[in-house]
């Protein structure tokens, strides 16, 4: 069984930048598959990053990295805007990297992200 603890959220301006992290335990990191996936306000889960794709809304201002020494996946947000308010919560998968939701294993308590205009 794998856990997963996001960190690094907050309040931040438009144009501001935020690097959540995301600590598992209780499983071989290095063997999983992750992904950043998010919640806006009053909206379902929606598909952020994984180590092969990236939303569109989010290319070029976020980067997903991991540090397997450290059992912590990244992800490094950059220009931030209103829209990209929203809980963030970050995914294992046991099998490849997806944009799938269904296709994650394993998934954090999440964390609040919220940009100011």
């Known amino acids: 069984q794998v856990q997963l603890v996001e960190s690094g959220g907050g309040l931040v301006q438009a144009g501001g930048s935020l690097r959540l992290s995301c600590l598992a335990s209780?499983?071989?990191?290095?063997?999983?598959?992750m992904g950043w996936f998010r919640q806006p306000p009053g909206k379902g889960r929606e598909f952020v990053a994984s180590f092969t794709h990236y939303a569109d809304s989010v290319k070029g201002r976020f980067t997903i990295s991991r540090d397997n020494a450290k059992n912590t996946v990244y992800l490094q947000m950059v220009s931030l805007k209103p829209e990209d308010t929203a809980i963030y919560y970050c995914a294992a998968s046991s099998r490849s990297a997806t944009i799938v939701a269904g296709n994650y294993d394993y998934w954090g308590q999440g964390t609040q992200v919220t940009v100011s205009s």
């Open positions: 209780g499983g071989t990191f290095s063997s999983y598959a």
